[in-house]
């Protein structure tokens, strides 16, 4: 089956200091990949996506690389500000033909706090 | 352009019951997914629907089930509530072209049922 383990939180940081959020998975098939944050209050929104190996995904300083030869997609910005603080998951699709495994498997989250 | 929307966004109910809730995608959208979100299980999937057809199911009891209208919007029902229950169920709607689900969600905020 399909997998996404991300590394165990919460985290907190000093704003301005760099952040790395670790996520491997396992997939039978060929995954796309997914990056989703969901702010205090607020529903979750896509952050970043890749779609295939070594495709980088990005947004509001936020990257991602996808490496299938470690099947990982781990997160990095380089200065974090208050505004970052929120959970944020790791996720997976797996396509085929028909597009019946056309569901997101998440991994469990993590939470992020970043202090002044 | 509207979000998608859930109602009702908070709901209390005691063991037995059963529960329906609601949710209206981005105009334009076909597919609906509803998860469940709890602390300890995370993000799980519980179906798919795609022009009023169910797509895709999780690893939910058949007391979880939903249903989509022609207008796309959605319900899901959950019969004879257990006190694990409690917990955030999201929607979420995405443009989908065909049979393809690029796994782009847009997610509701959530309808918050509490179980006592």
């Known amino acids: 089956g399909n997998s996404v383990t991300q590394m165990e939180g919460p985290v907190t940081l000093s704003e301005e200091a760099f952040l790395t959020i670790n996520c491997t998975y396992t997939a039978t098939g060929y995954p796309s990949l997914f990056w989703y944050v969901q702010y205090p209050g607020e529903g979750l929104q896509l952050l970043l996506k890749a779609t295939k190996a070594d495709d980088k995904g990005s947004n509001k300083g936020f990257e991602a690389t996808y490496r299938k030869e470690t099947t990982s997609f781990h997160l990095e910005k380089g200065s974090v500000q208050v505004s970052d603080s929120a959970v944020y998951f790791c996720?997976?699709?797996?396509?085929?033909?028909?597009?019946?495994?056309?569901?997101?498997?998440f991994g469990k989250g993590i939470t992020l706090s970043v202090r002044p | 352009k509207a979000g998608v929307t859930q109602t009702p966004r908070y709901l209390i109910k005691t063991r037995g019951q059963q529960v329906t809730l609601s949710c209206s995608p981005i105009?334009?959208?076909?597919?609906v997914s509803w998860y469940q979100q709890t602390p300890g299980q995370g993000l799980q999937f519980l179906f798919e629907y795609f022009s009023e057809t169910q797509r895709n199911k999780g690893n939910f009891p058949g007391r979880f089930s939903g249903r989509q209208f022609s207008n796309s919007r959605s319900e899901m029902n959950v019969s004879t509530l257990e006190l694990g229950d409690s917990a955030l169920y999201l929607c979420?709607?995405?443009?989908?072209?065909?049979?393809?689900?690029?796994?782009?969600?847009?997610f509701g905020e959530g309808s918050r049922l509490t179980v006592l």
């Open positions: 996720a997976l699709i797996v396509e085929t033909p028909t597009g019946a495994n056309s569901k997101l498997t």
């Open positions: 979420a709607s995405s443009l989908v072209l065909g049979a393809e689900n690029t796994g782009e969600l847009f």
């Open positions: 105009s334009g959208h076909r597919s």
